[in-house]
């Protein structure tokens, strides 16, 4: 028994969950091999890449088509008969065609793991979406992210049984040199710099509360493709400050102390840094979320605008976890308290689960 897991590159934030999976199947005397490439240009600038060498890394052919990325990476030359072969769920990886024609023929087993569909455009190439709902179909196994990305595989028509929800999630930090003493009226955005993460809608809330609460400061952490707005408007915003990437003790001190993590646009595992560091996400329902959105729960350890892309009523929410009696620590109460139930231990768990039951379907057949 062998998993294979195909990724195009390899995030900083990833990296935990491979390394506890290969030590977690190896204790079960189930072979893994990761095989992974370079990021596309895009990619690099929004996350810092690993490199494990433990794994195998391969020199992939990366082609820019309509402004959009296309992966080639000759996986199919590393893989075995019956391996279980796991790929991300994405229609610009062209490894994904000939894998899952491997698996027609009855030479691997062929798994997804991913959102179970594309949550942040709607505007996917007809004959691209068609292919990939023939293919979402016929497979192993579904590790789907988390339970919204089940329901989408519902909707799909994909079978219940072939779907293992995951969890996804970020390894525990170690807060041992970490302080959890909150600054007052200190927010943080944290995260890639991108158009789906709305920064203007941000800018233009935080603008509003500056001018009402005296000692309001934004802290910025991140990289990206709109970096230099971030740098601009920091010129002229005294309660804006941008510091690039962090890691680390550097990245968790920030957490740590900021009282909230404002997000308007894209959510997807930051929610669980703002649970590991009490620091609740402020967003809106903007329509394009990640999966892990299933996390937060509105008024409990998350705020949500209802109404997305106005930076008035998310300038407003900002101002009631300001002003409002206890509601910053309750909020903060409640994120700690779901710290506990997305854990990459867990993730692991459930993921090895689903391994299991397709080894244990085949022998079956």
């Known amino acids: 028994m062998r998993v294979v897991f195909v990724q195009k ?5 990833r990296l935990p969950f491979f390394e506890r999976l290969r030590s977690e199947l190896a204790a079960r ?11 596309d240009p895009y990619e690099k600038s929004k996350v810092r890449m690993e490199f494990p060498e433990w794994g195998r890394q391969v020199n992939s052919r990366i082609v820019k088509i309509a402004g959009r990325y296309l992966y080639w990476q000759g996986a199919i030359k590393h893989v075995r008969r019956n391996d279980l072969v796991v790929v991300e769920h994405a229609a610009k990886l062209i490894d994904n065609y000939l894998l899952y024609a491997a698996s027609r023929l009855g ?15 709607k505007h996917e190439l007809g ?5 990939k709902k023939a293919m979402l179909r016929k497979v192993s196994r579904w590790f789907a992210y988390t339970e919204i990305s089940r329901q989408s ?5 994909v079978d219940d049984t072939l779907i293992t929800v995951v969890n996804n999630t970020l390894k525990t930090p170690d807060l041992g040199e970490v302080s959890f003493e909150k600054t007052a009226n200190q927010f943080l955005y944290i995260g890639g710099l991108y158009a789906d993460k709305r920064l203007d809608l941000m800018l233009d809330a935080a603008t509003r509360v500056a001018a009402q609460v005296e000692d309001f400061k934004l802290h910025v952490v991140g990289e990206g493709p709109l970096q230099h707005e971030i740098e601009s408007a920091a010129v002229n915003s005294p309660w804006l400050r941008y510091h690039g990437a962090l890691y680390g003790v550097e990245r968790d001190k920030m957490l740590a102390s900021s009282q909230a993590i404002l997000m308007p646009g894209l959510v997807g595992l930051v929610a669980i840094d703002s649970f590991h560091f009490r620091c609740p996400v402020i967003t809106s329902d903007v329509g394009q979320h990640s999966p892990e959105i299933a996390y937060l729960e509105r008024d409990v350890n998350a705020l949500i605008d209802s109404k997305a ?6 300038a407003q929410l900002m101002l009631r976890f300001v002003q409002e009696p206890g509601l910053a620590e309750r909020l903060q109460s409640a994120c700690a308290d779901s710290a506990g139930r997305y854990t990459i231990e867990n993730m692991v768990e459930n993921f090895i689960a689903g391994v299991t039951e397709v080894y244990a379907e085949a022998r079956n057949h």
């Not at 892309?309 to 998310?314: D, K, L, Q, S, V």
């Open 107 to 121: 030479y691997i087993h062929y798994s997804y793991f991913g959102h179970g569909e594309n949550f942040q455009t």
């Open 9 to 13: 590159f390899v995030p900083h934030y």
């Open 127 to 131: 004959v691209s979406r068609a292919v």
């Open 309 to 314: 892309g106005n930076a008035e009523t998310y």
């Open 29 to 39: 005397d189930i072979g893994f091999e990761l095989i992974y490439g370079p990021p």
């Open 153 to 157: 595989l519902l909707r799909q028509e």
